[in-house]
Each structure stands twice: as structure tokens, then as C-alpha cells.
């Protein structure tokens, strides 16, 4: 079921509830292909992924997430790891880059994803076996959705962008 961007980028919603069943293999691989075709600073690609599929993993991994143990219904959680060594001031928005990828292919295949942001660093890495030189940037559950919810409202464009000077209005 592939869409074109625009549609998955309008599409996309945080799914917090999932349908037990596995991600196939091939659908994995083009979700994290998108992640690697991701730009990065210099096209140093400061990242790592670490697909947490077991069962068992899944549970402690979303409990390091504050708790969020809806995660741990979906199919896989993807963790983003950022490597400060590879690119010290860029990997934080490089690894963000290359998860928005994978999320937006996620959503065009027909899955449901949930930013997190909210996690106990240091419990994760050591879940994960993270690299002490490296750092867990954020993480995504990637199934397949049992909630379809709806858009939520977003600022006015006269709002969040300026025509040639920030403060000037957009027509």
C-alpha cells in the first residue's frame, strides 16, 4: 500500500494502540532503507538503529520509556542512536532526520508510530547495550495500528511562518 509523501506526511498520527502482529521482513528493510537515505551533515550518518522485536525486550524498553507500555504491543520498537564521535554537534538532528524517514515510510506501508522522546537514557542504553560513546536520541514503535486517531489542530500559518523577514505575514 504505498503512498506519496505528501499523503503520509498528512497522514501520520502518534498511534498508541496496536494489533499484536509481526512487521514482515521486507517491510522492515524499506522502512529502515529510509533511514539510511536520510541526509545528514555532511553525509557523516552519525547513527545506529537498534529493531527490538522480542517480546520480553520490547516490555523493558517501553517501561525505560516512562512507563509507556503501549509500546511494547507493536510489532518492533526502532531506537535511535546518535554517535557523537562520528559528529559531535550534528548527530542529535541527523538521527531525528533519519527517524522521520523511517516513521513517514512506516505510515505510507500502512503502520501505525509514536515519536518518543520520553525515556530513561541510561536505561535504555543499557537494555540495547548501547556504546557508552554513543547516545539513545529517541525511539518509535512501529505496528500495525488499532486506533486510527484523528488530526490534531495545528497553528494557523499566519502563525509559524514569515515571508522574507520573521514577523511578515504570509498572504
Not at 504505498?2 to 501520520?12: F, G, H, N, Q, V
Not at 498520527?13 to 521486507?26: A, F, G, M, N, T
Request: some cysteine; glycine content about 6%.
Amino acid at each position: 500500500m504505498a503512498k506519496d509523501t505528501i499523503s503520509a506526511i498528512m497522514e501520520r498520527r502518534s498511534v498508541r494502540k496496536y494489533v499484536d502482529k509481526p512487521i514482515p521482513e521486507e517491510d522492515l528493510k524499506t522502512i529502515l532503507e529510509a533511514g539510511r537515505q536520510a541526509p545528514s551533515a555532511a553525509n557523516r550518518q552519525p547513527w545506529h538503529f537498534v529493531v527490538v522485536r522480542d517480546p520480553e525486550q520490547k516490555k523493558k524498553v517501553a517501561e525505560a520509556c516512562s512507563d509507556q507500555t503501549w509500546m511494547a504491543a507493536a510489532g518492533v520498537i526502532i531506537a535511535g542512536i546518535g554517535k557523537p564521535s562520528v559528529n559531535e554537534k550534528w548527530y542529535p538532528v541527523d538521527v531525528a532526520i533519519a527517524m522521520q524517514n523511517m516513521i513517514l515510510a512506516a505510515t505510507a506501508l500502512g503502520y501505525g508510530t509514536c515519536w518518543i522522546g520520553a525515556f530513561d537514557e541510561q536505561q535504555v542504553a543499557r537494555l540495547l547495550g548501547v556504546p557508552g560513546d554513543c547516545k539513545v536520541v529517541a525511539l518509535t514503535p512501529v505496528g500495525v495500528p488499532d486506533d486510527h486517531p484523528e488530526a490534531r489542530p495545528r497553528q494557523p500559518m499566519s502563525e509559524f511562518a514569515s515571508l522574507d523577514r520573521y514577523g511578515e505575514k504570509m498572504e
